[in-house]
């Protein structure tokens, strides 16, 4: 056991991320799109976390070991559900399981989530990004000897941690959290009865990792590979999505531009009686699951909202309701247009719950109709809220937008933001960031609330807004829209500026600009939140708010830093 080292200080990363069986948890939502399907030819992907629980952002530096090292591993399990099991987990310290080899570390921007802050996503300075699904898998495929997962409470077993912090590229990150399943075993440390999908994209490449346990028979020892994975690229010209199942469909083992897999893809599904030779093999028939309902609307939002006219049609049943791993959008795909679709609620759809009669009484709109909240006001009324990419249990959510024409310092912008995508604010977050405000990197407080944390405001926020919602969320757009509006507009200018210093002092000056940018953004978002949390308890919680109408706030206009004179 291990209670606290020096060592691994720096570097630890206990639990947390998507809660076991919790509503939340199958709402992930992730949108990749290819360079030539973007109006900039960046690589973007959108992601979010939700796992109904708040996250946070912070900066992790790089860091070198001496030759041919190796790091001691640590895995605990069960993984905890509550704060008192959490704070066991930690009086008990973490259990040692084995030694990775590792040379250096990368600097990394991670995005952490749920009780107790294991790594979900990031970005690094090399401008790789990583995310993160939860996704249904053939019973046969459980296994729980496995000690490395997606998202453990340690880094050192986290798959996504170790690709962020010792990966420059997608294929590199890929390959290597593939080794990692292969030889200490996969169990997703939430749910181990599940898979993963892993999104990742770099400068010039987005990828859909697919990770399953390897059966119950397999043994670490035994020679065999600890789990079966596959990872297919996106073309650069279309657009794919996961909601939470599998969309790997054929695999074309003979392509190794567009397929990765591990040796046992065939082999596997053949010893588990999932699958005969001669048959067609399609990964997701052969390992996933069919899913549910909100998987295959979710796929079907993302896909009809950036392809209307391939006209796919929905049943809301995930059996009938499969679609291409990728399609060609109508349009070039901008950051503005995903975070239109991480915001969908399926209005203007058949499954848009806020036109259901209940909501609307003689024909009018009730101030009460809402898209999620309080499921007792939705029992009173008889109406079962849909699961929607827009969740109202968004830990975080981020929009990665990565060009290979820029410094790496600037290359890699993560549009971010800790709370639901409805009513919070995204910022930029750039690849070069060394530091981030402590009002957003310090783990959250789940013992009470703490509006000295952005976090606390963007769940306040999203809570008051839902006791008058038809009025409230346009007070609250309007705040978002003009700020998201100003950081875009800003963007060319900015970036134009940091190049200018990476052009005459180098990277660690430009680092040292992109920091000061960055932080004013997230500071501004967070002051005007905080303001707005005020507005909104005055507005619909007080009883005399017409006697002296509170003010609408606005975020601030980011500063952009002084350029160097030498």
């Known amino acids: 056991m291990l209670k606290g080292s020096s060592e691994f200080a720096p570097i630890l990363l206990p639990v947390g991320a998507l809660s076991p069986p919790v509503e939340g948890v199958h709402a992930c939502t992730t949108i990749l799109v290819g360079k030539a399907a973007t109006v900039d030819g960046s690589v973007l992907m959108a992601t979010s976390c939700d796992g109904n629980i708040m996250g946070r952002v912070y900066v992790l530096p790089d860091k070198e070991y001496p030759r041919d090292a190796k790091v001691r591993m640590f895995y605990d399990f069960p993984a905890p559900s509550t704060w008192e099991e959490h704070e066991c987990q930690l009086k008990k310290g973490y259990t040692f399981v084995g030694h990775l080899p590792v040379e250096q570390t990368y600097r990394c921007i991670f995005a952490a989530g749920h009780l107790a802050d294991s790594v979900t996503g990031g970005i690094n300075e090399h401008c790789l990004s990583i995310g993160i699904e939860y996704q249904g898998m053939k019973p046969e495929l459980v296994n729980r000897k496995g000690i490395v997962s997606t998202c453990s409470n340690h880094w050192t077993t986290s798959l996504i941690a170790n690709g962020l912090m010792r990966a420059k590229t997608a294929r590199k990150a890929v390959r290597l959290m593939g080794l990692m399943v292969e030889k200490y075993g996969f ?7 599940a898979g993963c999908a ?3 994209v770099d400068k010039k490449e987005a990828w ?9 028979n397999w043994t670490p020892g035994s020679g065999k590979p600890g789990a079966v994975w596959c990872a297919q690229r996106v073309p650069d010209g279309e ?3 996961n909601a939470n199942r599998s969309r790997i469909g054929e695999v074309d083992s003979l392509n190794p531009d567009d397929f990765m897999a591990s040796p046992n893809i065939y082999s596997l599904a053949e010893e588990l009686g999932l699958w005969k030779p001669g048959k067609p093999f399609i990964w997701y028939e052969v390992y996933g699951a069919a899913g549910e309902r909100a998987n295959s609307l979710r796929e079907w939002t993302v896909l009809n909202s950036l392809a209307p006219s391939l006209r796919l049609e929905a049943t ?4 009938k309701d499969r679609y291409p791993f990728s399609v060609k959008p109508d349009r070039k795909v901008s950051v503005q ?5 991480m915001r969908d609620y399926y209005e203007g759809t058949q499954f848009d719950v806020t036109e259901h009669p209940a909501f609307n009484p003689d024909g009018k709109r009730s101030p009460l109709a809402r898209p999620f909240g309080s499921r007792d006001l939705f029992d009173l009324v008889g109406i079962k809220p849909e699961r929607c990419i827009g969740s109202e249990t968004s830990g975080y959510v ?5 060009r290979d024409w820029l410094p790496d310092p600037v290359s890699g912008c993560m549009w971010f933001t800790l709370g639901p995508s409805f009513t919070s604010c995204f910022a930029p977050v750039y690849s070069g960031v060394t530091k981030i405000p402590e009002s957003w990197s310090r783990r959250p407080n789940f013992t009470r609330i703490d509006q000295t944390q952005v976090q606390w405001k963007f769940q306040l926020v999203k809570d ?6 038809q009025e409230a969320i346009g007070d609250v757009r309007e705040v978002f829209e003009l700020a998201e509006k100003r950081f875009l507009t800003l963007q060319t200018e900015f970036e134009d500026a940091a190049v200018q210093v990476f052009r005459k002092h180098g990277a660690a000056r430009a680092e040292r600009f992109v920091t000061e940018y960055t932080n004013s953004c997230l500071e501004n978002v967070d002051n005007a939140y905080g303001e707005l949390v005020d507005y909104l308890m005055f507005k619909y919680l007080h009883s005399y708010s017409d006697v002296a109408p509170p003010k609408l706030t606005e975020v601030s206009a980011p500063t952009v830093p002084v350029l160097p004179s030498s």
């Open 187 to 193: 169990t997703y440390y939430w749910a181990p009865t």
């Open 198 to 200: 892993v999104p990742v």
């Open 208 to 216: 859909i990792m697919e990770i399953f346990g390897p059966g119950e």
């Open 239 to 241: 657009v794919t999505c």
């Open 316 to 319: 809301g049943d995930p059996k």
């Open 337 to 341: 247009a995903l975070t239109l679709v």
């Open 398 to 402: 981020y929009i990665s937008q990565i």
């Open 464 to 469: 008051l807004a839902e006791l008058k919602y």
